[in-house]
Nanobody, 124 residues
Framework: QVQLVESGGGLVQAGGSLRLSCAAS????????MGWFRQAPGKEREFVAA????????SYADSVKGRFTISRDNAKNTVYLQMNSLKPEDTAIYYC?????????????????WGQGTQVTVSS
């Protein structure tokens, strides 16, 4: 089973940018659908973005459209989340998730593998 390790979180001022990375352990990484979710304090985990297999289309939550971009480098077994124009409400723990065939990309229950999470804090 693939293992995922996130990195790139940190503290940034509102309007700034961060790029999160999620490194996967498996050579068949290109066969997985990759997703990013986040969980803010006191809130449920929510969908952020997902990207299908190599060359596939991306999906985004309305709250991040136009600001966040998900991408993948299959040669490096890594998926990225470029976050621009960050807002204080983007503050959360960000999780990377993987599944071979999630039926609904935005449904966290469809993903069977998760990373440990990385903290993103946006100050006002």
């Amino acid at each position: 089973q693939v293992q995922l390790v996130e990195s790139g979180g940190g503290l940034v001022q509102a309007g700034g940018s961060l790029r999160l990375s999620c490194a996967a352990s498996e050579r068949t990484f290109s066969r997985y659908v990759m997703g990013w979710f986040r969980q803010a304090p006191g809130k449920e985990r929510e969908f952020v973005a997902a990207l299908r297999w190599s060359g596939g289309s991306a999906s985004y939550a309305d709250s991040v459209k136009g600001r966040f971009t998900i991408s993948r480098d299959n040669a490096k077994n890594t998926v990225y989340l470029q976050m621009n124009s960050l807002k204080p409400e983007d503050t959360a723990i960000y999780y990377c998730a993987a599944d071979r065939r999630p039926a609904v990309l935005a449904n966290e229950k469809e993903y069977d593998t998760w990373g440990q999470g990385t903290q993103v804090t946006v100050s006002s």
